[in-house]
Nanobody
């Protein structure tokens, strides 16, 4: 299993970013995929999950309505569109094969400035 996150960066509060997760080495279209994050000095926090067919999603309450998870099974890629970003969204973001962060990659850094 290989997962590679990209798309992070520095953005002002209220701004947007679209993260990508490229998957390889497993039957991607059969797996739930999750985004998790780790803020400085804190543990891993689950953010969102998408079903294998892409028709169902679940979100951490604090990001509901601001973040949207989606996937393209033809491209073995999962996305996380993040809008109305807040300073507290600053974290290293990972995609993973479980809510606990299994198989996560190196992550992509998101920094939201006030």
């Amino acid at each position: 299993v290989q997962l590679e996150e990209s798309g992070g960066g520095l953005v002002q509060s209220g701004g947007s970013l679209n993260l990508s997760c490229a998957a390889s080495g497993f039957l991607f279209s059969s797996f739930f995929i999750h985004w998790v994050r780790q803020a400085p000095g804190k543990g891993l926090e689950w953010v969102a999950t998408i079903s294998p067919d892409g028709f169902s999603a679940d979100y951490l309450g604090r990001v509901l309505g601001r973040f949207t998870i989606s996937r393209d099974n033809a491209e073995n890629t999962v996305y996380l569109q993040m809008n109305s970003l807040k300073v507290e969204d600053t974290a290293l973001y990972y995609c993973a094969t479980s809510r606990l962060g299994a198989d996560r990659g190196q992550g992509t850094q998101v920094i939201v400035s006030s």
